[in-house]
């Protein structure tokens, strides 16, 4: 069974047959693309497109063993911007993770204006046992002063952080849930979700939402995702804990 494509098609609200028709094929095409992991379709892209998610979410196994070779196995997709990286993936990742959640951007303002009862879902994480991370850049460093000088729109990267710090702390002290201060980070976002992972590299004056983003999954020791991890775990060894948030771990 491709679970990943029968559960793209779950959360889209997708029959078999809804799917069928809207990429032109029969509902027995449907079903092989069901039961048979090891193919990719040539409709790839209509599918995922149908679906909102990645074709390599939905056949990352025989996409990466079809066309990638060593290290760059790791790279399950790139996306040109944040942005076009569909909200469905960032739902799958946050929903799939039970060991260890970390939101290392900057101010993570994003995750509260476009991930419906975010709060409730990292509640029931927290509660369930996963660990829940997040790494801020401090509201009022010289760091964060700078890069309001570059961005230069009005909801400044001060106030967006503040709006995430108040967030966390309308969850209360929950234990398992931590927040730390770093600015270390202002021009590379990493959100990991157990062994797969979000990273943007920011670009000159772009803001976060317009940043390349790379979508990886942990496949061998010392590779890109395990870099990447390692910087994360810097970051919250150097970072400061962020006051009235969490309850410790």
Not at 36 to 60: F, G, K, N, Q, Y
Request: proline share 5%; glycine share 8%; net charge positive.
């Amino acid at each position: 069974m491709n679970v990943a494509l029968r559960d793209a098609m779950t959360r889209a609200g997708m029959t078999r047959m809804g799917l069928a028709s809207k990429v032109g094929v029969s509902g027995k095409t449907v079903d092989r693309w069901l039961s048979d992991t090891s193919r990719v379709p040539h409709r790839r892209a209509e599918i995922a497109e149908a679906l909102e998610v990645s074709a390599d979410m939905l056949w990352p196994q025989a996409v990466q063993a079809a066309f990638k070779t060593g290290p760059g196995r790791e790279i399950l997709d790139v996306y040109p911007s944040r942005n076009e990286c569909p909200s469905s993936v960032w739902a799958r990742l946050i929903d799939g993770a039970t060991r260890q959640i970390t939101f290392a951007g900057y101010t993570n303002y994003f995750l509260w204006q476009e991930q419906a009862r975010i709060a409730d879902r990292l509640r029931a994480k927290v509660e369930a046992g996963c660990q829940v991370r997040f790494i801020l850049g401090e509201p009022e460093s010289e760091v964060t002063r700078r890069r309001e000088q570059v961005e230069d729109v009005p909801l400044t990267v001060g106030t967006r952080i503040r709006i995430t710090l108040d967030q966390l702390a309308k969850l209360g002290p929950l234990p398992g849930l931590e927040a730390r201060f770093s600015d270390a980070h202002i021009a590379l976002s990493v959100f990991r979700f157990d062994d797969k992972m979000l990273v943007s590299q920011h670009i000159a004056k772009r803001l976060g939402h317009d940043s390349p983003t790379f979508l990886l999954r942990r496949l061998q020791t010392g590779g890109l995702f395990d870099q990447y991890a390692h910087h994360v775990d810097a970051l919250w060894e150097g970072g400061r804990p962020v006051p009235d948030v969490g309850g410790g771990s």
